[in-house]
């Protein structure tokens, strides 16, 4: 079966298990983010692994499943975890949701991620409204182009939709969330970053660092879609010489903990859409 049929089918059976519902924005929930579904009204859940084409979401704290409801008064469509690059998964599998939800119908799509920082001076539990990104990835659009989507050489210039950022940094400012704002980057994975790592990272022009999100910003863009992107900051960087360890428990730990702002910006975002 080729790419655009298992999109199709996809499609066709997601739209099926949604009660005639027609999401207006898709939300991608990154590691330890997933409960940002909670606050979904008269949701309907459907597993990833139900879906035609769609493998089991593997990276610790990634539920995989397609949750559909109500937030901020207008339909959403929430991923509770995404795949990845470092899983082993062809490109055309880790944007497939995205594909997918282009074809449902969605006009906005909201992804977030938890990164490391490479600014000595931001903290963990910051939050990171993305401006832009430095793609270190495979470019998810090598192949032959999905025509019904978009053209060949989509431009990137505003990646991150400007509308949309100034939106999220006006209610910030209304509920006393502190946001800051800058550029991410996203190497393979699944291994941390080294100090010698993050310090070219910092050097490119990159504040977060992590493992995803580009891949399905890029296709989002490819679609046609309005894009705001954040990330949650877990971890900085550290130095030559220290004896830190990165711990993915306590990385997910963090995001959860800065989850709930996170979520009444979006949610508020969602409403003024």
Same mark, same amino acid.
């Given at each position: 079966?080729?790419?655009?049929? !298992? !999109?199709?089918?996809?499609?066709?059976?997601?739209? *099926?298990?949604?009660?005639? $519902?027609?999401? %207006?924005?898709?939300?991608?929930?990154?590691?330890?983010?997933?409960?940002?579904?909670?606050?979904?009204?008269?949701?309907?859940?459907?597993?990833?692994?139900?879906?035609?084409?769609?493998?089991?979401?593997?990276?610790?704290?990634?539920?995989?499943?397609?949750?559909?409801?109500?937030?901020?008064?207008?339909?959403?469509?929430?991923?509770?975890?995404?795949?990845?690059?470092?899983?082993?998964?062809?490109?055309?599998? &880790?944007?497939?949701?995205?594909? %997918?939800?282009?074809?449902?119908?969605?006009?906005?799509?909201?992804?977030?991620?938890?990164?490391?920082?490479? $600014?000595?001076?931001?903290?963990?539990?910051?939050?990171?409204?993305?401006?832009?990104?430095?793609?270190?990835?495979?470019?998810?659009?090598?192949?032959?182009?999905?025509?019904?989507?978009?053209?060949?050489?989509?431009?990137?210039?505003?990646?991150? @939709?400007?509308?949309?950022?100034?939106? /999220?940094?006006?209610?910030?400012?209304?509920?006393?969330?502190?946001?800051?704002?800058?550029?991410?980057?996203?190497?393979?994975?699944?291994?941390?970053?080294?100090?010698?790592?993050? /310090?070219?990272?910092?050097?490119?022009?990159?504040?977060?660092?992590?493992?995803?999100?580009?891949?399905? &910003?890029?296709? /989002?863009?490819?679609?046609?879609?309005?894009?705001?992107?954040?990330?949650?900051?877990?971890? &900085? /960087?550290?130095?030559?010489?220290? @004896?830190?360890?990165? @711990?993915?428990?306590? !990385?997910? $730990?963090?995001?959860?903990?800065? *989850?709930?702002?996170?979520? $009444?910006?979006?949610?508020?975002?969602?409403?003024?859409?």
């Amino acid at each position: 079966m080729d790419n655009s049929a !298992i !999109i199709n089918e996809a499609a066709a059976f997601l739209a *099926s298990k949604l009660d005639g $519902r027609k999401p %207006v924005a898709g939300i991608i929930l990154g590691s330890g983010l997933g409960t940002l579904a909670d606050k979904i009204a008269d949701a309907v859940t459907v597993p990833y692994v139900s879906v035609p084409g769609f493998p089991k979401a593997s990276a610790v704290g990634h539920k995989g499943n397609f949750i559909c409801g109500n937030l901020g008064g207008k339909c959403v469509l929430a991923m509770q975890g995404r795949y990845h690059f470092y899983e082993g998964y062809p490109m055309q599998t &880790v944007v497939l949701p995205v594909r %997918v939800m282009a074809k449902l119908g969605v006009e906005y799509l909201f992804v977030s991620n938890a990164a490391g920082t490479v $600014r000595q001076d931001w903290e963990v539990g910051d939050l990171m409204l993305i401006t832009d990104h430095i793609n270190m990835l495979p470019n998810a659009l090598i192949g032959p182009n999905a025509d019904e989507f978009g053209t060949r050489f989509p431009d990137m210039t505003v990646a991150y @939709d400007s509308q949309l950022r100034e939106m /999220a940094l006006a209610i910030a400012a209304e509920e006393g969330i502190f946001l800051r704002q800058g550029i991410y980057l996203p190497l393979s994975g699944p291994c941390y970053e080294t100090p010698a790592e993050y /310090a070219f990272c910092k050097f490119a022009g990159a504040d977060t660092v992590g493992m995803s999100t580009t891949p399905e &910003v890029i296709v /989002a863009r490819h679609c046609g879609l309005k894009v705001l992107g954040m990330s949650v900051v877990t971890d &900085v /960087a550290h130095e030559a010489g220290d @004896d830190y360890v990165t @711990d993915e428990n306590e !990385i997910i $730990r963090q995001a959860d903990a800065a *989850s709930k702002r996170m979520t $009444r910006i979006f949610e508020q975002l969602i409403a003024r859409l």
